[in-house]
């Protein structure tokens, strides 16, 4: 018969407590690798770029992380706001259909590259119908009598208009794979490397370089 000392209890009721801190710091990504953590702060980006959906209330979740920090748009939002277009507004729009997946990652040192797969509207063939849109209206009864009562600034309100429907309504959606670089700080963390990437912020507009090419909507 074996005798059951206090010490063996004691050491017994360590193991539990041991085994349990291992399963939850396991359930709490402790033991992530680095590839794995670069790969959940690319995922954690990308969620910032999807539109939150209100509920039957028209409420907004509040622990969406909508709006991004950063749309790669700087220099066309700077034009477009010279008339009256909300920046808000049009990113809600040029992001009502994103979706993306998060694919393989590869860590080494302090760099990572996680590949993405976006999905979303092209944002150049919603202009480009737009502008045709706007071909057809602008010679009609009805822009001629706009522009004597507005001036400039209603007609390209109704080119904006004909931006966001084409926009709504899907058109041209484009999938687009792209890498994303990462860096490891010095606390530990992983973030992605997107500031001024091309190739990145095109694939968040459906194939269309907003970095380079789309200043010019508002001139």
Request: with cysteine.
């Amino acid at each position: 018969m074996v005798r059951v000392t206090r010490r063996m209890v004691a050491g017994a009721a360590v193991a539990v407590v041991a085994v349990a801190v291992l399963c939850v710091a396991a359930a709490l990504g402790a033991f992530r690798s680095d590839a794995d953590r670069a790969r959940d702060a690319v995922s954690s980006l990308l969620e910032t770029y999807v539109v939150p959906v209100p509920d039957e209330e028209g409420d907004e979740p509040e622990d969406s992380p909508w709006p991004a920090a950063d749309y790669g748009d700087a220099a066309t939002i700077e034009a477009l706001e010279r008339f009256g277009v909300s920046a808000d507004e049009w990113h809600r729009h040029c992001f009502a259909h994103f979706s993306f997946e998060v694919g393989e990652a590869t860590a080494e040192g302090d760099a990572a590259t996680v590949s993405v797969s976006v999905t979303n509207a092209s944002l150049s063939s919603a202009l480009d119908a737009a502008a045709a849109d706007f071909g057809a209206w602008e010679p009609t009864p009805e822009a001629q009598e706009a522009y004597a009562q507005g001036g400039r600034a209603v007609l390209f309100d109704y080119l904006v208009e004909r931006v966001y429907a084409h926009l709504d309504a899907g058109e041209g959606m484009v999938t687009t794979s792209v890498d994303v670089p990462c860096a490891r700080g010095e606390d530990g963390t992983w973030s992605p490397q997107v500031a001024g990437s091309e190739g990145f912020f095109s694939a968040l507009y459906g194939g269309s370089n907003v970095v380079a090419g789309l200043a010019a909507t508002g001139e």
